[in-house]
């Protein structure tokens, strides 16, 4: 007399059948490369240079990091680990960037995709009128295949706005502090922006 299976052995092998080519057609979840941002340079005048020396330079340098961190494209190594790496490849990132320079950083650390170095071109204050000053803060960014060293995105950005003249001086480093937010980071905004419509 043949026997039926019970239908609790059936119906789990059953599953396991129908169901783990699904699984297996799943693709894995891609991963964000691997970016370490230069510190960024003044091109915007020795205006500026008692702020960027005391502070100004760092605070650009981590909020686009930050930023950029945040946008969920890439994933920016900390500014020591890029530091360490200039040495171990011997290149100067204060020198223009090549091919020879970005590739060579490439070849230390393969699992580092990108390179992205920028300046503050422009932080102009105009004259005082009704308690403001108008401004204009402008921005470059550039960003390095380092497999092959060439130019994978560049764009600047530019805001224009009004700070108020209570309060520190206008053009003074805790004027610059102060209004930081407020004139820096939406040129930093509009340069994460651009790099979200990459497709890396």
């Known amino acids: 007399?043949?026997?039926?299976?019970?239908?609790?052995?059936?119906?789990?092998?059953?599953?396991?059948?129908?169901?783990?080519?699904?699984?297996?057609?799943?693709?894995?979840?891609?991963?964000?490369p691997r970016v370490a941002v230069a510190p960024f340079v003044n091109q915007a005048g020795h205006s500026l240079d008692a702020w960027w020396a005391g502070g100004g330079q760092t605070a650009v340098l981590t909020s686009f990091s930050n930023q950029l961190n945040q946008s969920n494209k890439v994933v920016v190594i900390d500014n020591?680990?890029?530091?360490?790496?200039?040495?171990?490849?011997?290149?100067?990132?204060?020198?223009?960037?090549?091919?020879?320079?970005?590739q060579a950083l490439g070849q230390a650390d393969h699992s580092l995709k990108y390179l992205v170095?920028?300046?503050?071109?422009?932080?102009?204050l105009g004259a005082p009128s009704d308690g403001n000053v108008s401004t204009l803060t402008a921005m470059n960014a550039?960003?390095?295949?380092?497999?092959?060293?060439?130019?994978?995105?560049?764009d600047e950005a530019n805001h224009r706005g009004l700070a108020s003249v209570t309060g520190p001086a206008a053009g003074s480093i805790p004027f610059y502090d102060k209004f930081f937010d407020k004139l820096v980071k939406p040129v930093i905004a509009e340069l994460i922006k651009d790099v979200e419509m990459m497709d890396l």
Do not use: H
Request: glycine letters at 2%.
């Open 80 to 102: 020591k680990d890029l530091q360490a790496l200039v040495v171990t490849a011997k290149v100067n990132l204060n020198e223009p960037i090549t091919r020879k320079i970005a």
């Open 1 to 32: 007399m043949r026997q039926s299976l019970p239908l609790l052995v059936i119906f789990p092998a059953l599953c396991c059948f129908f169901c783990a080519p699904i699984a297996r057609a799943q693709a894995p979840a891609p991963t964000r």
């Open 142 to 154: 550039t960003m390095f295949n380092l497999s092959t060293g060439e130019v994978s995105w560049t």
């Open 117 to 124: 170095v920028g300046a503050i071109t422009d932080y102009t």
